[in-house]
């Protein structure tokens, strides 16, 4: 293609992202526009950044906001002479309906963007917290801004006081930090996203952080035990048959999700950001048994699914195959009848095997083998497997796809032959037996000051430190325990008498 052609292209793409959606394409007014300063231009009451990134406070030392539980964290004012205007070369013309210049007013997003371009640095950021209810607008003579302490940034970007009394000798003493300007919440507006700001309105942020009821009238129908619990996550040990969520047939109540209010604790008063109920932070297929990771605030919930994303949560399951691998079969020839073999320092075998053409990716080694006389070859295998991935079905179709042995109780998978159909009354033989990640609140900046205070009286066998490049680590480390008895039951020979009356009818049906 020609290098005029190609410049013609762009000019045309760039003229029509201006027209239409307000972008400018030109890069070196955009590195221009990035220098922008909005730093010399406004003045914020005093400075609560760091406190807003905090999942544990004092609420005795905050404001109370207007929804029931929610405290103030952070404010802004907006300052006499208007908000500085929005470079054009970000917001086209067309698009600076958001910002008159005349008036000194904007609209509410723009007016976050203005004031706190690292916090909200696009409109959808900043639309996105005003539809939760986050933000509260403070009319200017609404309250008494005499009484408050202001924080101005200077060019060096160091904030200094700068009281609002005509006392020099008060205004050039110390700061006194952490204080908000005392405002009404009832007078306080819920800011919405069309709404507008003026000279010397204040915006304020509240989160919840208290009123943590959670429903506890009835216990669940099923039990759920607790293997770890804090402010900020749970880890649950769901029974076999039990669905994570609501299916579109309805499971009602019959679920994990709506059993864990019912179960769990509610975060103490000054957890940030808590949830109106615990959430599970991944899924358990219905028939698997085993542990589930849950969150009871946004930020854990929200650093457990990056977690998930970049594949930095271990788990361990067990599982009991129908059959023996091709690995093991030499070894197991040798077994008698109702004898057992336990396996120990085996070698980890990988299994690559692509799941609806996406990269699957399981680790799995044998743990146990024991001869029966339902199983296929007469022999079941007791193993570990670690999935490196979280395909659908995935230690399931591994296990019978790969290494041609179904799991005992698999309906789906199995190959409904006589003997595999023996298992199916039982259930599915997966238990997910060991979880170990990051705790989402003792690895961040705050987390770590009351992990200090709390390192020399641990409250869990769940939680570990370890040593890194940066320090150390918090980690939970939790496993079931106990696996289900029907696992020792099957390893060790023991069966009801029904399996042997069903082997004789299905020995009829094969002859």
Known sequence: ??????????????????????????????????????????????????????????????????????????????????????????????????????????????????????????????????????????????????????YEVSEDGVESSSSSSDDDDNSSGASNAGNFIKIPAVEAITGRVGDRVFPGDVLSKQIRMANFHYPKEEGPSFDLPVVYEDDHLAIVNKPAGIPVFTHKGGYGDFTVRAALPRVLAEPQEGTAKGLRRPHPAHRIDRPTSGLLICAKTQPALA?????????????????????????????????????????????????????????????????????????????????EVQPKTGRKHQIRRHMAWVLDCPLVGDRKYDDGSGYSRLFREYGLFLCAEQVKFEHPFYNSEYGRKEWLSRRLKPYSDCIHEYKCEDGYTVMIEASVGVRPAKYDKFLEGTYDDDIILRKNEVIKQMS
């Open 303 to 383: 650093s457990l699914a990056d977690q998930f994303k970049n594949r930095k949560i271990e788990k361990s399951y067990v599982a009991l195959l129908n059959g023996v691998p091709s690995q093991y079969r030499e070894i197991s020839k040798n077994l008698k009848p109702k004898e057992s073999l336990d396996l120990t320092d085996e070698k980890w075998h990988i299994i690559n095997f692509p799941i609806e053409e996406k990269e699957a990716i399981s680790k799995w080694k044998a743990t146990k083998i024991c001869h029966s006389p339902f199983a296929k070859d007469e022999i079941l295998t007791l193993v």
């Open 1 to 150: 293609m020609e290098p005029q052609l190609i410049k013609c292209l762009f000019g045309s793409l760039a003229v029509l992202f201006t027209s239409k959606f307000g972008i400018n394409l030109d890069q070196s007014n955009i590195r221009k526009s990035s220098s922008f300063n909005h730093r010399h231009l406004v003045k914020f009451v005093t400075s609560t950044r760091p406190s807003a990134c905090r999942a544990q406070f004092d609420t005795n030392s905050l404001e109370i906001g207007k929804a029931k539980g929610n405290y103030i964290v952070e404010q802004w004012v907006v300052p006499e002479d208007g908000l500085p205007a929005i470079n054009s070369n970000i917001i086209h013309e067309q698009q600076r309906r958001g910002i008159l210049e005349e008036e000194k007013n904007c609209t509410l997003s723009v007016a976050l963007m203005t004031l706190d371009p690292i916090q909200f640095p696009t409109r959808t950021s900043a639309r996105k917290i005003l539809r939760k209810g986050s933000i509260l607008i403070s009319r200017k003579g609404s309250f008494n801004s005499t009484d408050s302490s202001f």
